[in-house]
T-cell receptor, first 114, second 112 residues
């Protein structure tokens, strides 16, 4: 039973490039959440998706950030024209029936913008 | 805005000590309080608390929720160096858009 798989684990991008972060949820889970963790900060909610639908994107910046969870394949968090302030650890979590059931987290992707 | 506050922010103890980690919350339509342990990378689930006054235990760890005073504590007895980690508290809300609001975490260091 594979847990939540995120890749890459580490990603280095130059300012202005695009970053694509992938998350494969636990098999059978259709609820996916993305969180961002800055140094010495807690996990900040970004976006909540169910298969093919964005349920809540209230924590995601309106510009440059987008997320999808297609019918087939992993969820993708995409950051266009990255800036240094985007450097953070990005975590994905999945659950069976929303956040009132246990959510499993991936190992995270550490994005560094140089 | 929903808010979760943890204290202390960091703690250093010696093996064998007992520690109490605090978490208070202000969440609209609160449903559950969750504790996670974050060691290297992925937060791992410890407890989910939904009802007041019912202690949940797992080995040396226990936790309880007070929905009247809006807080939870996580106790660790007979601490070991392997307990060194960041302990995250999160609150979930009810509804279709349920999500977790996290505190900043408590960094626990257990010295031999």
């Amino acid at each position: 039973n594979a847990g939540v798989m995120q890749n890459p684990r580490h990603l280095v991008r130059r300012r202005g490039q695009e970053a694509r972060l992938r998350c494969s949820p636990v098999k059978g889970h259709s609820h996916v959440y993305w969180y961002r963790q800055l140094p010495e900060e807690g996990l900040k909610f970004m976006v909540y998706l169910q298969k093919e639908n964005i349920i809540d994107e209230s924590g995601m910046p309106k510009e440059r950030f987008s997320a999808e969870f297609p019918k087939e394949g992993p969820s993708i968090l995409r950051i266009q024209q990255v800036v240094r302030g985007d450097s953070a650890a990005y975590f994905c979590a999945s659950s069976l029936q929303g956040m009132n059931t246990e959510a499993f987290f991936g190992q995270g992707t550490r994005l560094t913008v140089v | 805005e929903d808010k979760v506050v943890q204290s202390p922010l960091s703690l250093v103890v010696h093996e064998g000590d007992t520690v109490t980690l605090n978490c208070s919350y202000e969440v609209t339509n609160f449903r559950s309080l969750l504790w996670y342990k974050q060691e290297k990378k992925a937060p791992t689930f410890l407890f989910m608390l939904t009802s007041s006054g019912i202690e949940k235990k797992s080995g040396r760890l226990s936790s309880i929720l007070d929905k009247k005073e809006l807080f939870s504590i996580l106790n660790i007895t007979a601490t070991q160096t392997g307990d060194s980690a960041i302990y995250l508290c999160a609150a979930s809300n009810t509804g279709a858009n349920s999500k977790l609001t996290f505190g900043k975490g408590i960094t626990l260091s257990v010295r031999p």
